[in-house]
Antibody, heavy 118, light 112 residues
Framework: QIQLVQSGPELKKPGESVKISCKASGYTFTDYAMHWVKQAPGKGLKWMGWINTYTGKPTYADDFKGRFVFSLEASASTANLQISNLKNEDTATYFC???????????WGQGVMVTVSS | DVVLTQTPVSLSVTLGDQASISCRSSQSLEYSDGYTYLEWYLQKPGQSPQLLIYGVSNRFSGVPDRFIGSGSGTDFTLKISRVEPEDLGVYYCFQATHDPDTFGAGTKLELK
């Protein structure tokens, strides 16, 4: 069956970096784009951008340009999100989601809670 | 950026009631190919969001027929004909017609 399994929770200090992963199984990884969505505690969903899993080309929403990097380990069917120079406002749950041809997200990872605290 | 305004912010219902959620867009969501990239997601407490409706009115696989999406242009509605306990949570509309993609702020469906 199709699954997106994300890495575990992270506790980091301001200024540090974090890399979280999203491992796909049950389908051909490079056939579907992968998106990233942020949810701050008690808040709504915010679209961060996506990565073309065939070409590796990332696209970032404006608020996520600079410190955020989407990458792939295609041989491992894994998409990664790296955040550098962490700030308190990066504290959130980060979801990966598979995009279907008509632009909707049919499978989601379970989310990774990243806590940034001194 | 396209702003999706959801109303109401919260909705208190009795089980078996009908619920209706509105999503209004600051721009038309009809793409140049004629398709409207408007979706509805439900996030139950402690869970990842799950897809309910895509393309305004198409129910995703396994979604009960009590969920009905409608609308066009800038005005969209999600109706739940007979609310059941598993329908409680936060509903989000989402558009992928215009870059960047955007979510509405959410509507919390809770029991009265």
């Amino acid at each position: 069956q199709i699954q997106l399994v994300q890495s575990g929770p992270e506790l980091k200090k301001p200024g540090e970096s974090v890399k979280i992963s999203c491992k796909a199984s049950g389908y051909t990884f490079t056939d579907y784009a992968m998106h990233w969505v942020k949810q701050a505690p008690g808040k709504g969903l915010k679209w961060m951008g996506w990565i073309n899993t065939y070409t590796g080309k990332p696209t970032y929403a404006d608020d996520f340009k600079g410190r955020f990097v989407f990458s792939l380990e295609a041989s491992a069917s894994t998409a990664n999100l790296q955040i550098s120079n962490l700030k308190n406002e990066d504290t959130a749950t980060y979801f990966c989601a598979r995009e279907q041809l008509k632009g909707y997200f049919d499978y989601w990872g379970q989310g990774v809670m990243v806590t940034v605290s001194s | 950026d396209v702003v999706l305004t959801q109303t109401p912010v919260s909705l208190s219902v009795t089980l078996g009631d009908q619920a209706s959620i509105s999503c209004r867009s600051s721009q038309s969501l009809e793409y140049s190919d004629g398709y409207t990239y408007l979706e509805w997601y439900l996030q139950k407490p402690g869970q990842s969001p799950q897809l309910l409706i895509y393309g305004v009115s198409n129910r995703f696989s396994g979604v009960p027929d009590r969920f009905i999406g409608s609308g066009s242009g800038t005005d969209f509605t999600l109706k739940i004909s007979r609310v059941e306990p598993e329908d409680l949570g936060v509903y989000y509309c989402f558009q992928a017609t215009h870059d960047p993609d955007t979510f509405g702020a959410g509507t919390k469906l809770e029991l009265k």
